[in-house]
């Protein structure tokens, strides 16, 4: 039987702060001050594992937080590697289990649920190339100037200063066992193949590693997101003549937060798009995704209930007996609709 495993340099005397890699990686990220209260999703990988240690070594009060989502055999198991690993550290740890439920957009679903349970200011472990994937995959998706600004570095985000090979590391260097999810090796799923595909081939056509670029202009149009949110901020997304006086791309964030209101997601462009219309009077009114209708009255957009869409209104009867205004040899009636509300605009 081998003996008992020695202490990392993380236990040796000193702790955490003593270790010279460590602290050069803390002086990298964005921690809140020491003694702060921080919740950490922790899935067991290397990434949520440097960042449950990181937050230690900076001098936070840290719960690490397993989520199984039970979609593989075994995950559960899993929260066992993350409890070993608080204790080590001197984390709190709990586990949560969330049940995602088969259907599409499995990803979103998954993350969505996450959140919910973390909380809307826990940590976590998304570093550099995790910026950069995310810049790419909103990118073709076709994401405005939010979604190219990514993840915005702070407590929430402190790793976005570090590279995966350095958590990875850091990892191997205080001899944790890291989790190994085989779902981040499917290509099914779009930052996948992002990940190992897409950012690849652009470093190749590059000529460089591309991450660090990304991750800065991730960071320079933060910038421009925040100064576009201000504006916004001064422009009442219910006031029409408001809205189409702004600046398209103030009146679209004005409207875009509007529709966002506290949810996690913001709405689509055409959603948007479609919003400004109304204001415009090119449509009557328009229907955005929630399940809401958004319509104008009195120089005032207004949010309700979508209703079910109106029943068709049947053709009236052809008279067979020729009359002026009846032309029963081609027969055709003109008949006119009493619930056109058209006007030379539709509703869509």
Do not use: K
């Not at 001197?90 to 979103?108: C, I, K, T, Y």
């Not at 995959?137 to 979604?147: E, F, K, Q, T, Y």
């Not at 997304?237 to 964030?253: H, K, N, Q, S, Y």
Request: charge should be neutral; proline fraction near 10%.
């Amino acid at each position: 039987m081998s003996g008992p495993r020695p202490p990392s340099p993380a236990e040796a005397p000193g702790g955490l702060s003593s270790d010279p890699r460590v602290g050069e990686l803390v002086d990298r990220c964005t921690f809140p001050p020491p003694g702060s209260q921080l919740v950490c999703g922790v899935s067991g990988g290397p990434d949520s594992l440097a960042l449950m240690v990181l937050a230690v070594a900076a001098g936070c009060s840290v719960t690490a937080v397993h989520i199984d989502h039970g979609l593989r055999p075994g995950s559960g198991s899993e929260a066992e590697v993350v409890a070993m690993a608080a204790g080590r550290f001197g984390a709190s740890f709990r586990s949560e289990r969330v049940d995602v439920g088969v259907g599409p957009n499995l990803e979103a679903r998954a993350r969505a649920a996450r959140h919910l349970v973390l909380g809307p200011t826990a940590a976590t472990g998304h570093t550099a190339d995790d910026q950069a994937e995310t810049v790419l995959v909103n990118l073709i998706r076709g994401s405005g100037v939010h979604g190219l600004a990514a993840m915005r570095a702070g407590p929430r985000h402190p790793l976005l200063g570090l590279r995966r090979s350095q958590t990875v590391d850091l990892c191997r260097h205080l001899e944790l066992s890291p989790v190994h999810d085989p779902s981040n090796d499917d290509l099914g799923f779009v930052r996948n193949r992002v990940r190992h595909q897409l950012l690849p081939l652009c470093s190749d056509i590059a000529g460089r590693d591309v991450v660090p670029v990304l991750a800065r202009q991730a960071g320079a149009l933060a910038g421009d997101a925040d100064l576009l949110d201000a504006l916004a901020s001064l422009v009442d997304p219910e006031e029409a003549r408001t809205l189409v006086a702004a600046p398209d791309g103030v009146a679209a964030r004005s409207v875009r937060r509007w529709l966002t209101g506290a949810g996690p997601y913001p709405p689509p462009l055409d959603a948007v798009e479609r919003v400004l219309e109304v204001a415009r009077r090119q449509r009557l009114a328009t229907e955005v995704p929630g399940g809401r209708r958004i319509s104008r009255s009195n120089g005032r957009l207004s949010m309700s209930p979508a209703g079910p869409a109106p029943a068709p209104v049947a053709p009236a009867p052809v008279d067979p007996t020729p009359s002026p205004g009846n032309d029963a040899s081609s027969g055709h009636t003109p008949v006119q609709s009493t619930n056109d509300q058209r006007s030379g605009s539709d509703v869509r």
